[in-house]
């Protein structure tokens, strides 16, 4: 058993940042895969990025290559989301994810947090 919990979001004006992190608990949090997806008002749930169990291989949704950056740290069991020049569409709740793979998808994901509300405004 995985539990995972978000914490950092907030709100930003457009172009600033934040950092989110995602604390995993569980003797075996360290070996699963993570990724962050994140959810608007009216929307699907989306792929934002992922990060293998060792951290070696990253993955990122278009819309946020070059301004988000995936990170772990496995002897602290976080996963971080560094994410900079925010855009008002970024405005969503943020969620992590575990998962065997790195995975594009919700599903497959074996445990998720409760989310983090990040409000970019323009």
């Known amino acids: 058993q995985v539990q995972l919990v978000e914490s950092g979001g907030g709100l930003v004006q457009a172009g600033g940042s934040l950092r989110l992190s995602c604390a995993a608990s569980?003797?075996?949090?360290?070996?699963?895969?993570m990724g962050w997806f994140r959810q608007a008002p009216g929307k699907e749930r989306e792929f934002v990025a992922a990060?293998?169990?060792?951290?070696?291989?990253?993955d990122y949704a278009d819309s946020v290559k070059g301004r988000f950056t995936i990170s772990r740290d496995n002897s602290k069991n976080t996963v971080y989301l560094q994410m900079n020049s925010l855009k008002p569409e970024d405005t969503a709740v943020y969620y992590c994810?575990?998962?065997?793979?790195?995975?594009?998808?919700?599903?497959?994901?074996?445990?998720w947090g409760q989310g983090t509300q990040v409000t970019v405004s323009s």
């Open positions: 569980g003797r075996t949090a360290s070996r699963y895969a």
């Open positions: 990060i293998n169990w060792s951290g070696s291989s990253t």
């Open positions: 994810a575990a998962s065997p793979i790195s995975l594009r998808v919700p599903t497959g994901h074996d445990y």
